[in-house]
C-alpha cells in the first residue's frame, strides 16, 4: 500500500487581533517532506504514527508538509494558499495513493475562506478520487461542516479536554485506516447536530463520566469504530460552529445514526452545567493569599493564547501588584518587545521596563517596574505529553517577590516545565499564575494544593449569547433557550 500523510492547522480566533502570516507557523512548526521531527505536535500525530504502522507493515509512507501555528486571529490568504497547494502538489506527485491520511485542526479561518479544512479536503478528494481512502484526526474545538463531511470517508476526533490523547486517537485513525485499506471494514460516518455551543472540560463531572461511556461503547457495540464529541469552537465566527457528534461505524449507517442522536441529545440536556465555576480576579487573588500551603495555581482562563488571544493581559497581575502579593510566579507574559530588551541587557542587569497589556482593550494595563533580569532562554520549551511546545526566546524577571515569565512567541501554560525551563522551581512558589482554559489541568493538578479558574478582562467572546457574531447561526443554545 502506498499512504500519503501531511498536517495543516491551527485554531482561529476570528476575533483576536493577532494575524498569521507564514512567520506564525515557522515559529511553531514547519517542516518539509520527511523532516518532521519524531516528537508529535498537537495536530501531526498521524504523521509519527503512519512511520511506525506502516514501517511494521512494510508499506510506503508518503510524507508531505507538516505545517502547525499557535491559535491567534485570521490567516493570511496567501499563507494558506501557499501551504494548502505545497501539500497538494506533493499529492499529486505521490500519486497513485491507497490512502490519505491527514493530521488537521477543524477550525481554521483564512481571509476569504471560512470553512479551511474543507477546501483542502475537497481539493484533496479531486486529485485522488471517489474511491481512494481520505480521513483525518480533528481537534474537538473545531466546525465540522458539511463539505469537509463529503469529502472525507472518517474523521477521528481527540476525546480529551485537556487533549492529552492526541497520540492515542492518531493510532485509532490508522487502526481504522488500515482495517479498510486491508478490506476488512468499509467504516461510514453519521453526524448528528447537537444545536448547541458550549466549553466541554473531560478533566470534570459530567463530561469525564460521559467520556468514558464513549470508550465504554467502542468495546460493547457491535460495528461501532469510533464516537466522537465536536465541542466546536465559539471564538470562531463561522456559518457551521457548533457542537456534533460523529459516530463512524462499519457500513451500518442506521446504527450510528441513532447513537449519535442519542448521544448528542444527552449533551443537549447537560447544557450549561459542564464549564467549571469561575471566580473574578478579586476573588481569586483572596482565595491564593488566604491558602495554607502553595502552590495555589490562578488559571487565567479567557486570556489563553490557545484561544487566539494574545497571552499578555495583566488583569490578575495587576491585583496581585495591588494588594502586595509575594512569592508569585507568572507564566507568561507574552511580549516580544520586552523580552528583545532584556536579551539585550542582560542576565543580571537591572533595568525599568514596561510590559504586557498591548495587544487589545480590556486586557488590563501595561506593567511599569524596575525588574531584574535572572535568567534568558533562547528558544525556550515546555513538555506537553508526549510533546514539546515552543515559547520562544524567554525572559525571567523579578521584582517586589514576584517572578515574570516574558515569551516571544505564543504558547498556553501547558505545564509546570515551563517554569523550570526559565530556572524556577514552581513547588517552592506559593501561587502559580498560568493562562490556560483547561489544557493545564492534568500536569498542574499534580503539584497544586488548590486551583482556582479565574475569568478576568474580555481577551476572549466566552458568552456565545451576547457575542457579536456576524457570520455564526443564531438557532443554537445558547443564543436561544429552545432551538429544537
Same mark, same amino acid.
Given at each position: 500500500?502506498?499512504? +500519503? ?48 504502522? #506502516? ?23 496567501? =499563507? ?19 490512502? &490519505?491520511? $491527514?493530521?488537521?485542526?477543524? /477550525? ?42 463529503? /469529502? ?13 490523547? +492526541? ?7 490508522? *487502526?481504522?485506516?488500515?482495517?479498510? !485499506? ?9 453526524? +448528528?447536530? #447537537? ?30 469504530? *469510533? ?35 442519542? $448521544? ?31 502552590? &495555589? ?27 502586595? &502579593? =509575594? ?16 536579551? /539585550? ?38 513538555? +506537553? ?22 515569551? *516571544? ?23 502559580? !499564575? ?45 443564543? &436561544?433557550?429552545?432551538?429544537?
Amino acid at each position: 500500500m502506498r499512504v +500519503f500523510t501531511a498536517a495543516l492547522a491551527t485554531e482561529t480566533n476570528t476575533f483576536s487581533p493577532i494575524a498569521i502570516d507564514k512567520r506564525a507557523f515557522e515559529a511553531s512548526l514547519y517542516a518539509k517532506p520527511g523532516e518532521h521531527p519524531a516528537t508529535p505536535t498537537l495536530c501531526s500525530a498521524p504523521i509519527t504514527v503512519g512511520r511506525e504502522v #506502516c514501517t511494521q507493515l512494510g508499506w510506503t509512507l508518503i510524507e508531505g508538509s507538516a505545517s502547525w501555528a499557535d491559535p491567534a486571529g485570521l490567516v493570511a490568504r496567501t =499563507t494558506y494558499e501557499d501551504l494548502r497547494d505545497e501539500i497538494l502538489e506533493q499529492l499529486r506527485v505521490a500519486m497513485p495513493v491507497d490512502g &490519505v491520511v $491527514l493530521g488537521l485542526h477543524g /477550525a481554521m479561518v483564512a481571509q476569504g475562506y471560512d470553512d479551511v479544512e474543507g477546501d483542502l479536503l475537497a481539493r484533496v478528494r479531486e486529485i485522488v478520487g471517489p474511491n481512494v481512502l481520505v480521513c483525518a484526526e480533528l481537534d474537538p474545538h473545531s466546525h465540522l461542516t458539511a463539505k469537509r463531511v463529503a /469529502a472525507a470517508n472518517f474523521f477521528v476526533v481527540f476525546k480529551e479536554f485537556p487533549h492529552i490523547d +492526541f497520540v492515542d486517537r492518531a493510532r485509532d485513525l490508522w *487502526s481504522i485506516a488500515v482495517r479498510t !485499506l486491508k478490506g476488512e471494514i468499509k467504516p461510514v460516518m453519521s453526524v +448528528f447536530d #447537537c444545536r448547541m455551543i458550549d466549553v466541554f472540560p473531560t478533566s470534570k463531572e459530567p463530561m469525564r463520566s460521559f467520556v468514558d461511556r464513549l470508550y465504554g461503547l467502542e468495546k460493547s457495540e457491535a460495528g461501532v469504530l *469510533s464516537l466522537s464529541v465536536v465541542h466546536g469552537f465559539m471564538a470562531g465566527d463561522v456559518p457551521e460552529m457548533g457542537t456534533k457528534v460523529i459516530a463512524v461505524t462499519d457500513n451500518q449507517p442506521e446504527t450510528g445514526a441513532a447513537l449519535a442522536e442519542r $448521544l448528542g441529545r444527552e449533551l443537549f440536556a447537560m447544557r450549561g452545567t459542564f464549564m467549571v465555576a469561575q471566580v473574578d480576579e478579586h476573588v481569586a487573588v483572596d482565595v491564593a493569599v488566604a491558602a495554607t500551603k502553595g502552590p &495555589v495555581v490562578i488559571a487565567d482562563v479567557w486570556d489563553n493564547p490557545g484561544g487566539g488571544p494574545a497571552g499578555d493581559a495583566t488583569v490578575i497581575l495587576g491585583e496581585l501588584i495591588a494588594r502586595g &502579593v =509575594t512569592d508569585v510566579a507568572v507564566g507568561t507574559i507574552w511580549d516580544p518587545i520586552a523580552v528583545q530588551i532584556c536579551m /539585550a541587557a542582560g542576565e543580571g542587569a537591572e533595568i525599568a521596563l514596561r510590559f504586557g497589556a498591548k495587544s487589545a482593550p480590556d486586557t488590563g494595563m501595561p506593567i511599569d517596574k524596575i525588574v531584574t533580569v535572572r535568567k534568558l532562554v533562547p528558544n525556550a520549551e515546555m513538555r +506537553f505529553g508526549e510533546s514539546f511546545a515552543p515559547f520562544g526566546d524567554a525572559a525571567w524577571i523579578s521584582f517586589d517577590g514576584i517572578d515574570v515569565i516574558l515569551n *516571544s512567541t505564543r504558547a498556553q501554560s501547558f505545564d509546570p516545565s515551563l517554569f523550570s525551563a526559565m530556572g524556577i522551581e514552581p513547588t517552592s512558589r506559593k501561587i502559580l !499564575l498560568i493562562k490556560s482554559t483547561n489544557h493545564f489541568y492534568d500536569s498542574f493538578s499534580r503539584i497544586a494544593s488548590e486551583i482556582v479558574y479565574c475569568s478576568a478582562g474580555k481577551p476572549y467572546p466566552n458568552s456565545p449569547a451576547t457575542t457579536p457574531y456576524r457570520k455564526a447561526r443564531r438557532d443554537i443554545w445558547p443564543m &436561544v433557550e429552545n432551538p429544537w
